[in-house]
């Protein structure tokens, strides 16, 4: 579930909460200004942070070209988590 909240939720909304940070500083220090809020452009700023994000976690995670896949195991009273073993030659 943290796996899935960082990689998709977290990005999309870094631009709304660095926005409203924003907003909240210049109001602090008496910035006169009628705030509006631009929520077209936060959203393709949050779409654009999120595809970013995927397209790392597409090219530089995931195990490499040719492993093997073994799966999670019970073993001696306790839970091995699933891994790749190396490509064989």
Do not use: Q
């Amino acid at each position: 579930m943290t796996s899935s909240l960082l990689r998709y939720l977290l990005p999309f909304l870094m631009p709304f909460a660095a926005y409203f940070a924003w907003v909240w500083l210049m109001k602090k220090f008496g910035a006169e200004r009628d705030w509006k809020h631009p929520w077209h452009w936060l959203f393709v700023a949050g779409t654009v942070c999120l595809l970013a994000v995927l397209g790392y976690f597409a090219a530089f995670d995931g195990a490499p070209a040719g492993s093997t896949y073994v799966p999670p195991e019970y073993k001696d009273g306790r839970i091995v988590p699933g891994h790749h073993l190396p490509p064989k030659d």
